[in-house]
């Protein structure tokens, strides 16, 4: 199978990681479906893809923390005669205020967006991708499912399932010709800090900490065609997994709560 013969589908490409997926996708060919829930961004994302590339790209407007939202991108799909070869499940978001002054509609929806949707859309083209013995899925995570726990971080949670998940399901998918692959970047220049409230504290680290989508991306792409289950791109963020991963539970718990600097 080659790229041009394939077909991805990217979560929240309306912005950041997943419009980088969608353009470097793009230029290797692929189909692409995207989503989101600002469905502007994704017409004129996949317009500039189709005059770049000559490709075929849909757009579907779903807002993932509606249940049906898995569902309803798959029934398009397969209306739209695509067959999901590569899934991305991107679309994703932090809350920042306290646990017990969010409102639960808000958790939930973090939940729904960034666990349950990963996990249904997953199961949704899992099938095929066996019966056809090729397939890739990369669920994004974060550096965050490595780090200290985070006072007040239900995203910390959330991402050390995404990144469990990612590793059962290559366990059990690899023998199938599927490849699945955590991809756990650290801080990424996106919208995702804008959108979280925390881009004025964001802005005050330091240069060495920060990646651009492109590269993140690169090393993720590269990561799932190699069949790699977990992927952190770039160097300081590999260095710091290094670092953390040894660290006893106690000595995490007491350096996250000192060291998270969105508190
Ligand atoms: N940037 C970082 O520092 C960083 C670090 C580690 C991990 N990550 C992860 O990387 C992924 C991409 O984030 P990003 O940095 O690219 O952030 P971003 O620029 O804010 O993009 C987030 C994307 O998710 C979509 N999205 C959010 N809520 C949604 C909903 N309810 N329904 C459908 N789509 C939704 C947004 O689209 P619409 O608003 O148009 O719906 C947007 O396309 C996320 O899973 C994030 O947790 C980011």
Redesign the pocket.
Known sequence: MTAATRTALI????????ASFARQLAAQGFTLLL????VD?LKALAQELIDAHGIECKVFA????DASAPRDIMAYAAEQGLCIDLLIN?????GHKKFVDTPWSELA?EIQ??ITAVTELAHLVAPAMIERQWGRIIN?????AFAPPGESLLYSAI?TYVLILSESLDMELKPHGIHVTALC????K????D?MGTRHTANKLPAIMWQQ?DDVVKEALDAVMHGKPVCVPGRFNKFSVAMMRPLPEWARYRIGKVANPFK
């Open positions: 979560t929240g490409a309306s912005a950041g990681i997943g989503v989101a829930r600002r961004r779903a807002d993932l923390t991107n679309a994703g978001l932090s929806g967006v960034m994004v995570s974060s550096l965050a991402k970047p650290g801080f990424t996106s919208e995702f800090h959108v989508p």
